[in-house]
Each structure stands twice: as structure tokens, then as C-alpha cells.
């Protein structure tokens, strides 16, 4: 019985290795993006789901800056485990100045048109998101994914 589990075990080792060499040569699973941190401005919350499952979800619109840059507009997923708590509503509605850590992802971004603003003007910080939204129609608004636990109020 051991030789036949040596007899497997070296196999399937080498199969795993060979899985991991592969897929982080296919460019289909290489996430090269790099996280930045950046300073964060929340405009509105565009939608939020919260499952005891899965976990929580939240997608913002927001003014970012950059080192050297800022984005006007940027689609911000923030996605957390459940046990997971989202940013105090005080905070945003008091447009507090976040410091975030993000990372680009090219495959969420939405056009001014296409972007989601909940009718209810409760979840909407800055008065002329809406109509900037609007300005914006066709033009591409950036997403990035946040990494929760970087988030903090800036100095």
C-alpha cells in the first residue's frame, strides 16, 4: 500500500506544478495589475447587495486622486466577506476624504449612460453627480476593485 501511494503521490505533485506553471503563463489568469493607493472622494453609492452567504458588495462613483492624477469620475466595486463591515453612511454623506488602496480592472467599466444611480437622492453625496453623469454620457468611467481592509479616512 505505500509504494502504491508513492507511486501517486509523485505524479500528481508534478501534475499540480505543472497546473501552476501553465496557468501563470496564460494571460487569461494573469492579474498584472498592480494595487495604488489613492486618495477618494465618494460622489454616490450606486448599488449595494449584502448576503449572509457570499458576502457584500458595494459599488460607488467617486473622484480619485492619484499620485500626479485625478479621475473626476470612477466606478469603485468594493467587495468584502460578510463578517465584513461597509463604510459608516456618516462618512459619506459627510464626503470625507478616504484613503484607499485600488486596482484596475478594465473589465467593469461602464459609460456615463450606462452607469446606475439609484432615483432615491439619498445615496447620492455631491449635488451634481447626476448631471456630470449626464455630461459624461458616452465617455468610458474607469473601475477599480477596492481592497477593503487598505480603506481608512485620510489624515
Known amino acids: ?28 489568469y494573469n492579474f498584472s495589475a498592480k494595487p495604488h493607493m489613492a ?11 449584502h448576503t449572509g452567504v457570499s458576502g457584500n458588495q ?3 462613483l467617486a473622484e480619485v486622486h492619484f499620485k500626479g492624477n485625478t479621475l473626476a469620475m470612477a466606478k ?4 468584502y466577506q460578510s463578517t465584513g463591515v461597509a ?3 456618516s462618512v459619506l454623506m459627510d464626503r470625507h476624504l478616504l484613503r484607499m488602496m485600488l486596482v484596475r480592472n478594465p473589465d467593469c467599466d461602464s459609460t456615463g449612460k450606462s452607469f446606475f444611480l439609484p432615483a432615491d437622492a439619498s445615496n447620492t453625496f455631491d ?9 459624461q454620457g458616452a465617455e468610458n468611467i474607469p473601475c477599480f476593485v477596492v481592497i477593503h481592509a487598505a480603506t481608512r479616512l485620510a489624515k
Open 127 to 135: 449635488a451634481g453627480t447626476r448631471s456630470a453623469l449626464s455630461d
Open 76 to 79: 469603485l466595486v468594493d467587495a
Open 1 to 28: 500500500m505505500r509504494s502504491l501511494s508513492r507511486n501517486f503521490v509523485a505524479p500528481l505533485a508534478l501534475l499540480l506544478l505543472e497546473t501552476v506553471v501553465v496557468t501563470a503563463q496564460n494571460p487569461v
Open 39 to 49: 486618495e477618494v472622494r465618494i460622489l454616490a453609492i450606486s448599488s449595494s447587495a
Open 58 to 60: 458595494e459599488i460607488y
Open 87 to 89: 463604510i459608516r453612511r
